[in-house]
């Protein structure tokens, strides 16, 4: 029986952060809850592709949207169950019995987030994070998403949009994503470079200009500028 676990991974320009990426899923490939890697690119034009392919990961290439990406990721995926996964994003020890105790008791979950630097910005915005998890049932996508694929397919699937893709997916599935146990760690090389306040203060805005119905490509334009 094969494992009914993919991995899906949207990248763009993702070399620096893969690796560790990469790395923190062979534990799970040891566990055998891995079935399949698919590493969906929106174009990049660094080490990338090669990464991918060195990993033994399906590469899926269409335009650059995470949504779209991740969209056409699920699409080719072979598994009962969907991780979606950000390349900056890695895994935490023991992840694989989180998961399986998860596919066990059925229902769509993420994980807790943490920063890969210490302080106190670091610690109230990932507190944050998994407060409005907890809370709202809203993750974002840099903790990751476990999914069924029934759920996934009831839920309409990413939208193809560049941003508030997670969100979108976290509101079709009406709150009912559970936090795990276990936190993944994420880069915080953006918060580093915007600034903590800054950057923090931006993400919670555009949330709201979302949940209150601006257009995702115009918010995409305004976070991106």
């Known amino acids: ?46 080490a990338t592709l090669q990464l991918a392919d060195a990993a033994g990961a399906i590469i899926v290439q269409g335009a650059p949207s995470r949504g779209g990406q991740l969209r056409r990721g699920a699409q080719v995926a072979g598994g009962d169950w969907l991780l979606f996964l950000h390349a900056d994003t890695v895994l935490p020890p023991n992840w694989p019995q989180a998961v399986q105790a998860q596919i066990a008791e059925g229902g769509p979950a993420a994980f807790r987030l943490r920063f890969d630097t210490s302080g106190p910005m670091p610690t109230l915005v990932a507190s944050w994070a998994n407060l409005r998890s907890r809370l709202f049932g809203l993750p974002y996508g840099d903790q990751g998403l476990l999914i069924a694929r029934a759920d996934y397919e009831a839920a309409g699937g990413f939208e193809d949009i560049p941003l508030m893709e997670d969100v979108a997916m976290a509101r079709a599935l009406r709150g009912r994503i559970r936090l795990l146990p276990l936190a993944v760690t994420t880069s915080a090389a953006r918060y580093r470079r915007d600034g903590w306040l800054r950057r923090g203060t931006r993400n919670v805005l555009t949330l709201i200009r979302y949940l209150c119905g601006t257009d995702p490509t115009r918010l995409a334009k305004a976070y991106r500028r």
């Open 1 to 46: 029986m094969r494992a009914a676990l993919s991995v899906i991974i949207p990248t763009l320009d993702a070399g620096q952060g893969l690796p560790a990426c990469l790395g923190a899923l062979v534990e799970g490939l040891e566990a055998g809850v891995i079935r399949e890697l698919i590493v969906s690119d929106g174009g990049s034009g660094d």
